[in-house]
């Protein structure tokens, strides 16, 4: 399609007749969408879900003016610096519909996530027939193109997650307000601007990556007008006003987030972090293309992209320069659709980025980021479509759209079940290839959870630097190993935890019980009396000396006097001594005639 066959983006009247064919195209995509994430309405909660909704939930909104007086995560005592009153509201008020049925919040993802679809079904009709299409023909190529993104598992993580619906609001919101803009802006400019004012505010109460929904406006102005550079600029100036709502987003932002105390009394600091450096411009560029290659290539999806390699990074930033220019060229042919796509996707992106960032997290990937900048490239699927569907006819984008289609419903269902529980998410994780240490913590965590301990020794066994590093792995790896009655390699990892100095006596103690227990008592004992001497609290002293008493002569009641009288004596040393006081106290039981009896 060339620039001269171009109708005028926002000035040429749309034709907005509607065909009985368009519902069934409603139907279908509405069809599509639910049978993709038909197998998302879990009974589960996960990850942040549990603190905003269901039985754990902290939120407590006794007036919803307070959603607007707080960070979302004020109830957890951590200082985010996330200012999201709107989504606060929402989830009180689903705790009140639903309260502990867990699979109606659930639900209402899936129902936000099909009004996007539908939403994004009708504005690709608008922007396909301002471009030229016919009615039919735009609403072919609008059908496979929404079809895509409803089925597409890089979404799934959003539609899962109770807590990321805020990226589904911040699309409907987009979509709506440029719709609104474009369907009104030559005939009633202000009532366009007013409504795309509204939908904005709406959305940057929701979620913070809204804010850049000017920009995309903006830039869909420019790039799919067909008008000379000044008039594209005084289409867009009343843009501008905007600032207002952005002034009192800031405004009710910096009220609400600089009202919180530290420990000490004192107001906490909020606002960004520094601004980037060489290095956090390299990783944001290496993410915002491997964000285009999870969109493009949504398999095998994960929480967790590990840090690509200076050559990986070189070769993606590399990649995005030729598909920049590619989309530049293009554009100056009269051929719009990538540079649009691209535009909305670089724009979108910006907040996930963390080039300049509101709540001082570095730059990284996460499914829950490419959501609302997919719609942008969505648009350049559309056009694309209509444009083979013009030269070639419908045949050939059904045939191959249709499969594809199907593929990615399959992708999405085993990706909904992944996300079903907390513990198939991790594990999956895991097997896919993913080693860091906080993801392999969370794993461990949940294979405890679940008594997997043969799975918990095989990632200990895999990972023995991780062991080193983190006392908290080394010591479930040496209880998972004790379960399964390994003691020396239970021993080995107590070891490991013994290398950090907070953790040295209660892992050589853990060390000196299996030791006696498998028979080697002068070696336990040794042990018993290297942290006894090493401690310097005389009272903690003295409660070792019984405990090693009961651990060597289990049962001789003589021994059993002994260690009472060290207990006893570490009372008299530390009167407030609990686990002194609860040692005499279960000798005493131990000594009872009741516990001689039985």
């Known amino acids: ?54 039985p754990e939930s902290t939120l407590d909104l006794k007036d919803n003016r307070e959603a607007f007086l707080q960070d979302i995560w004020e109830k957890k005592s951590i200082k985010s610096s996330l200012y999201r009153p709107l989504l606060l509201i929402n989830f009180s008020l689903e705790n009140r519909l639903f309260g ?116 995309i406006a903006v830039a869909l102005i420019i790039i799919l007008s067909d008008m000379n550079f000044g008039e594209r600029i ?34 906490v600091a909020t606002g960004a972090r520094p601004l980037p450096d060489l290095d956090s411009v390299l990783a944001v560029l290496g993410n915002l293309g491997r964000g285009l290659r ?22 993606v930033i590399m990649l995005q320069v030729v598909l920049l220019a590619l989309a530049v060229y293009l554009f100056l042919k009269g051929k719009p659709g990538l540079a649009a796509g691209l535009a909305f996707y670089y724009i979108a992106m910006l907040p996930a980025s963390r080039i300049i960032s509101l709540d001082k997290v570095m730059p990284h990937l996460a499914e829950r980021y490419l959501y609302f900048p997919s719609v942008g490239l969505t648009i350049t699927l559309a056009i694309a479509l ?23 419903t399959v992708l999405t269902w085993e990706r909904n079940h992944e996300w079903s529980t907390e513990y198939l ?34 990632i200990c066994e895999e990972n023995p630097e991780a062991q080193a590093m983190s006392f908290y792995f080394s010591n479930t790896c040496a209880y998972s190993y004790l379960h399964l009655k390994r003691a020396d390699d239970a021993i080995g990892s107590f070891e490991l935890t013994a290398q950090h100095k907070k953790h040295w006596a209660k892992a050589n103690l853990a060390i000196a019980d299996i ?15 290297e942290v006894i001497n090493r401690s310097d609290d005389p009272a903690v002293k003295e409660v070792l000396k019984g405990l090693l008493n009961l651990e060597l002569y289990p049962g001789n009641r003589q021994k059993m006097l002994e260690a009472k009288e060290y207990f006893e004596k570490a009372l008299s040393i530390d009167p407030e001594s609990e686990l002194a006081r609860a040692w005499v106290k279960q000798v005493d039981s131990m000594l009872s005639p009741r516990a001689d009896s039985l």
């Not at 999870?294 to 070769?315: A, C, D, H, K, T």
Request: proline content about 5%.
């Open 515 to 529: 030791l006696i227990k498998t028979g080697r008592l002068q070696e336990g004992a040794d042990r018993y009396a």
């Open 294 to 315: 999870v969109i493009l290539w949504p398999n095998p999806l994960q929480m967790f992209y590990r840090e690509p390699s200076s050559v990986e990074l070189g070769l």
């Open 386 to 408: 209509m444009n083979t569907i013009t030269r070639y006819g419908p045949r050939l984008p059904v045939l191959i759209g249709m499969p594809l289609i199907v593929f990615l």
């Open 234 to 267: 005084r289409r867009f100036l009343p843009v501008l006003g905007l600032l207002i709502p952005i002034a009192l987003f800031f405004y009710l932002r910096h009220l609400a987030l600089t009202t919180g105390m530290n420990d000490a009394g004192d107001p």
């Open 1 to 54: 399609m060339t620039r001269t066959q171009t109708h005028e983006f926002l000035n040429s009247p749309a034709d907005e007749a509607r065909t009985p064919s368009v519902w069934w195209a409603i139907l279908m995509l509405a069809v599509i969408t639910m049978l993709a994430f038909a197998n998302a309405a879990h009974d589960e909660l996960v990850l942040d879900d549990k603190v905003f909704v269901g």
């Open 425 to 458: 998410l991790f594990k999956t994780e895991y097997d896919r290839g993913y080693r860091g240490h906080g993801a392999i913590r969370l794993i461990v965590g949940k294979l405890v959870e679940a008594k997997d301990f043969q799975g918990v020794v095989k």
């Open 100 to 215: 502990d049925w867990i699979t109606g919040y659930h639900l209402v993802n899936i129902l936000t996530h099909l009004l996007a679809c539908l939403l994004l079904f009708g504005f690709l009709m608008h922007i396909l027939q301002k471009l030229g299409g016919s009615s039919k023909t735009a609403m072919l190529a609008a059908l496979l193109a929404s079809m895509v993104f409803a089925a597409h598992p890089v979404h799934t993580e959003v539609v899962n997650s109770i807590f990321n619906r805020s990226s589904i609001y911040v699309s409907i919101c987009a979509i709506a307000g440029l719709w609104w803009l474009s369907h009104w802006l030559d005939r009633r400019p202000v009532i366009a601007w007013l409504g795309l004012a509204l939908f904005y505010s709406i959305g940057i109460l929701f979620k913070e990556s809204a804010l850049v929904i000017p920009g």
